[in-house]
């Protein structure tokens, strides 16, 4: 089935694009009232995750709202590690938890295998019905968590603000914190394979806490566990490369390495401006971001504006997609992430001359 809007997929891979793609991170979120129904119905927010059925109709909520230029599955980061046993549950206003936490290297060894497509089958459910129901009219994004990031998790048992245990079991553990990564990079690897054989049509690998760590240690316990993925990664579908995006939070000190990683594109936060990153990087990536996500409280004219800001930032040519530096946060008005998307659409063109 042919795309009827494939521009998020060509800004991906730098090909000429008539406007600049957007897309919301997070934005089948509690910003949406139809959204907040859908979690009520389900009771819970696992429950939600785990239906087809209602993460499909999550994934397309903001879709019939707004003219974004891709969808992202409807799903949680830590579904691999709750497949390994973990025993994932979710605290109102606490965020997620595990019942089991890593805490020594025998309870590394002995984490299972996974196999994605049995193991989360009710993923793979979901990106296939999604795709069918969206009958060609964006692409789908499928995702994973990164293995540091999903460690962190796994370590400190839930969120952290220090990562206290998570840095404390590095340290003073490294090979049976490198044998965890090389576990959770073959199990992200095969989920995201799964997800590409069910359906999704780009990939964004999600590594929130990678810029918790130092230079050297982000290179070793992160981004070289990132690459071991990209580089094992079903790369065509439908008869089109299948673009990975590589996101960093706070990961703008690195953004050569990360480039070189084997991405399609590097994900911003908005700590740093796209237009000087655009310079070091060169031609060799496209790049995906990064408005602060606090402006969407701001007026549409202040959101206009930023927007503008951005675009003259990037300047002239392919390969940028529009999107937030981090997650759109619930407390936002709808009307105002109206206003964003509009104002990407119709600021952009000017820019693909």
């Known amino acids: 089935m042919s795309l009827k809007n494939d521009r998020f997929l060509k800004a991906l891979m730098r090909e000429a694009v008539d406007v600049t793609p957007v897309w919301m991170m997070r934005q089948a979120g509690r910003y949406l009232p139809e959204y907040r129904a859908t979690r009520k119905q389900a009771g819970n927010f696992l429950n939600l995750c785990q239906s ?49 936490v890593i805490r020594t290297a025998e ?14 089958s009710y993923v793979m459910d979901a990106v296939s019905l999604i795709r069918k129901e969206l009958n060609g009219s964006v692409p789908l994004i499928g995702f994973s ?22 840095k404390e079991f590095m340290y003073n553990n490294p090979e049976a914190m490198h044998l965890l990564l090389d576990k959770l990079a073959a199990a992200v690897t095969d989920y995201l394979n799964s997800q590409i054989k069910a359906g999704a049509q780009a990939i964004q690998i999600f590594d929130t806490w990678g810029g918790i760590l130092t230079t050297s240690h982000y290179r070793s316990y992160s981004l070289a566990y990132m690459q071991k993925i990209i580089s094992n990664l079903i790369r065509e579908a439908d008869g089109r490369v299948v673009p990975v995006i590589l996101f960093t939070k706070n990961g703008g000190l690195w953004l050569e390495s990360i480039a ?13 401006e796209i237009g000087q990153a655009r310079e070091r990087i060169g031609n060799s990536c496209a790049l995906q971001g990064n408005m602060d996500p606090s402006i969407l409280y701001a007026s549409p004219a202040a959101i206009r504006d930023e ?6 930032s990037y300047g002239a040519g392919n390969g ?19 206003a964003f998307v509009d104002a990407v659409h119709e600021l952009s063109p000017q820019y693909h001359a």
């Not at 309870?107 to 996974?114: C, G």
């Not at 927007?307 to 003259?312: D, F, K, S």
């Not at 997609?321 to 109206?338: A, C, E, R």
């Open 52 to 100: 087809p059925e209602l993460a499909c109709e999550v994934t397309l909520q903001p879709l019939r709202r707004y003219a974004f230029d891709a969808a992202i599955l409807f799903s949680d980061i830590l579904t691999i590690p709750d497949a390994m046993g973990r025993g994932l549950y979710f605290e109102e206003g606490e965020g997620p938890r595990f019942k089991k």
């Open 307 to 312: 927007v503008g800001n951005i675009l003259e």
């Open 107 to 120: 309870d590394v060894e002995q984490l299972p295998e996974i196999k994605a497509a049995e193991d989360l």
């Open 320 to 338: 940028h997609v529009f999107n937030l530096g981090h997650g759109i946060t619930p407390q936002v008005n709808p009307d105002h992430v109206s």
């Open 260 to 272: 070189e990683s084997g991405t399609n594109a590097v994900g911003l936060d908005w700590t740093i």
């Open 145 to 166: 968590g990164s293995p540091w990031t999903l460690a962190t998790y796994m370590i400190e048992g839930g969120g952290s603000k220090d990562f206290r245990i998570a």
